[in-house]
């Protein structure tokens, strides 16, 4: 199928830099110029409003199934967003050395963050509610990958968090190594 002259000319124009509407040049990272730009983003809205007063997927004229998406938009925004997630988690986990600081286990499906010196309640109190999942991870990576994190197995930070700040690897084995390690004593792994 041969493309029509407008398409075509959108496509030159996007090679080149220029807005898809007009011969100025486009925005960063933008099909269109800042004026086109806020033009169709305004249209957007008004259309995404439109289509939920009416009931309709944001994305289609279907039905809606939730508050914005039908069936099929629904099961893809989902699959974009544990993707998303997936990358996010990796991202950070590496960063962190990709196992557990305690037992050394490596399965990414096990492994969680961790406040090092147990202080979370203060991150808790400084933001009035918990952060947790996505929120967590996408915070950690804004903020530039603080110290103050590590990574645990979930048996390990349950295992401190209700043992008084020891994992229980370490309590369990004090004859054998000695006094037992509270977390303020790890280090990030490298």
């Excluded at 096990?110 to 929120?135: M, Q, V």
């Excluded at 110290?147 to 968090?161: E, K, V």
Aim: with cysteine; charged share 30%; glycine share 6%.
């Amino acid at each position: 199928m041969e493309q029509s002259y407008k398409s075509k000319r959108r496509e030159e124009h996007r090679a080149k830099g220029l807005c898809k509407e007009c011969n100025e040049s486009s925005a960063p990272n933008s099909a269109f110029c800042e004026k086109h730009k806020e033009a169709r983003r305004l249209y957007n809205k008004k259309r995404r409003e439109d289509h939920r007063a009416a009931g309709l997927c944001i994305l289609c004229n279907e039905p809606l199934v939730t508050a914005h998406y039908c069936e099929r938009h629904r099961q893809e925004s989902m699959a974009k967003g544990k993707k998303w997630t997936a990358a996010l988690k990796a991202k950070v986990l590496e960063h962190y050395g990709n196992k557990c600081a305690c037992c050394g286990e490596t399965e990414p499906v096990f492994l969680t963050i961790d406040h090092i010196n147990s202080d979370g309640y203060k991150h808790r109190a400084k933001t009035g509610y918990r952060i947790t999942g996505n929120a967590l991870w996408k915070e950690i990576v804004n903020k530039g990958y603080p110290n103050t994190y590590q990574i645990l197995c979930w048996n390990c930070n349950s295992g401190r968090a209700i043992n008084n700040g020891v994992c229980p690897h370490y309590s369990s084995n004090r004859a054998q190594n000695g006094p037992s390690l509270v977390y303020t004593e790890f280090k990030k792994v490298s």
